[in-house]
């Protein structure tokens, strides 16, 4: 069997796969949204933002599933490797990031998914991810905790914080 990083398939074929799979995507945020009050305009409920996310998403699904549908010829036929290592790597560091959120806090959390990111899609060097990650964080932390009022969880740092 090929090594995962080895995996290939056409151009149409990937496209249509991944349309699919943000469609599924779409409908799961929008059937998890729809349980959420939606409010009215004057007053906009918590489903808002997700409602208008997860309809967006399913919007460009069908234009990519579209796209993906006509495509023909060596375009259509192009070979695509799947299964890129930072693919898994960004998987994995959400799935950790959703495990210790709570406990790490957002800062903690937020900085280390910035700095695995960053580091592992850029050529910046350690330093530089570090000082983007920690002030990345930071200010989407005052966007969200102060302009937007949101609760988020300090985790370790509340005790430094109060």
């Known amino acids: 069997m090929k090594n995962a990083a080895e995996l290939t398939t056409t151009m149409r074929r990937g496209e249509i796969i991944a349309a ?3 469609l599924l995507l779409s409908a799961g945020i ?5 349980e959420m009050p939606v409010g009215s305009a004057a007053q906009p409920g ?8 997860g309809f967006l998403l399913g919007l ?11 495509l023909r010829g060596e375009e259509a036929a192009e070979p695509v490797q799947i299964g890129h290592p930072q693919i898994w790597l960004t998987l994995f560091i959400l799935f950790i990031v959703g495990l210790v959120f709570d406990w790490l806090g957002y800062l903690i959390s937020a900085t280390l998914l910035m700095a695995v990111l960053l580091r592992s899609y850029s050529t910046l060097r350690w330093h530089v991810v570090l000082l983007a990650a920690v002030g990345a ?4 932390w005052l966007i ?3 302009l937007l009022d949101a609760s988020l969880p300090m985790g370790v740092l509340e005790p430094l914080l109060r």
């Open 20 to 22: 699919v799979v943000l």
């Open 60 to 70: 460009i699904s069908l234009g990519l599933l579209l796209r993906a549908v006509r």
């Open 30 to 34: 929008i059937a998890g949204a729809w």
């Open 144 to 146: 969200f905790s102060q």
């Open 137 to 140: 964080s930071i200010v989407s």
């Open 46 to 53: 918590a489903a808002i933002f997700p409602l208008g996310l």
